[in-house]
């Protein structure tokens, strides 16, 4: 008699391949705040496949119904997922025609329930996802991770993000930032982490959210410089390891 | 393509640390607001504490995700006491509840520490503290998080309560006033901060007595 050992009813992890145990294809950082009329929002349109650039126009930011951008890092193929799941739940809403719109706030609670939830089957979403957005005059930016880790603030950043561009964010950020001074910040932000994480590519899409309505903008890249003798001779200042 | 990352793991420890004292007439109940992973700070201004009910908090550290679960579950389940007994749940009941829900989820649990701080049903101060599986124990004060060992013996020094060893049993809470007791956590939780990397930022100090609730806050060391 051949019995399989016991796991406590506990799902096993290596032996079920239908869930996500390491992500494939990923996207990189996404860096959103709340400025003067709303939010904005950017993330570069890198695809990794491992350490390898496999796709480089990504559109890592959607707008969700009415009120609501999303930004999204991590397994870009659960990302399709969610926004499938976002586009049924936003029809069905759209379906009782009494002229409500689910808002950012309801938005981001359904993520986060949804990620939460499928952490809870052990077979999690591979994302952190950003959700920014106005309703009746009321901004909002809000964050969830992979386990279902949630928060609200004035400024959020995904993955690298969160140690490269957020003390920048907490250093500069101000409740009046006007729309250019935010994009200006953002790219600030997005500039650091494209020296910096390697995952990054220059190419990135900022997106705005206001009371009138959503804008993403045309692909573009950052003005870089290399010239930096740092760059040129790494080790000149740290002498001795190599 | 081999896999890179360490084994998922559907856990996380978001940090903080909570206090809260009972006394004669009062119950005064304190988090920090700072929610780390790691060595990152996610947000300086992340609220740990919730009212359960009129005469009931709960503040609670650990995993963000579970405690948030475990207090949707909580606030639906007064709502249904509510509509069945059409009054407010007392403290001492939905500490068995807190318990209960804890205990349901035994072997695969919410990885939240709890405390609950408030008035019984003779007004007298109350706080019930919990481990993560739903053991629980009614006392005169309590800490849990990240800073509980630092902040543990700061009040036992502290709070001039009667120790729970002697017999007969004595009233465990503490003969000190509202404002001495608010003194007390602020003091602690500016001790805890200098050496938890998981506690700063803010205190956020719940005081609930017969008036009802008032909120105080303390600025913390932001590194």
Redesign the interface.
Known sequence: MDQKPSNCGLPSLEADSQRTLYPYVTGTSVVALKYKDGILMAADMGGSYGSTLRYKSVERIKPIGKHSLLGASGELSDFQEILRYLDELILYDNMWDDGNSLGPKEVHSYLTRVMYNRRNKFNPLWNSLVLGGVKNGQRYLGTVSMIGVNFEDNHVATGFGNHLARPILREEWHENLSFEDGVRLLEKCMRVLLYRDRSAVNKFQVAKITEEGVTISQPYSLKTSWGFSAFKNPTLGAEGSW | ?T???A??????N?GGSCVAIAGADYCVIAADTR?S?GY?V??R??SKITKLADKCLMASSG???DV??LQKLLAARHLIYQHQHNKQMSCPAMAQLLSNTLYYKR??PYYSFNLLGGLDNEGKGCVYTYDAVGSYERAGYSSQGTASTLLMPYLDKMLKSPSPLLLPAQDAVTPLSESEAIDIIKNAFAAATERDIYTGDKVEIVILNAHGIRREYMELRKD
Do not use: G, I, R
Request: proline share 4%; aromatic share 24%.
């Open positions: 393509m896999k890179q990352q084994n998922w793991s559907p856990y996380d978001n929610m992973t990152n996610l947000t201004e992340y995993f963000q995700a948030k679960a072997f695969f």
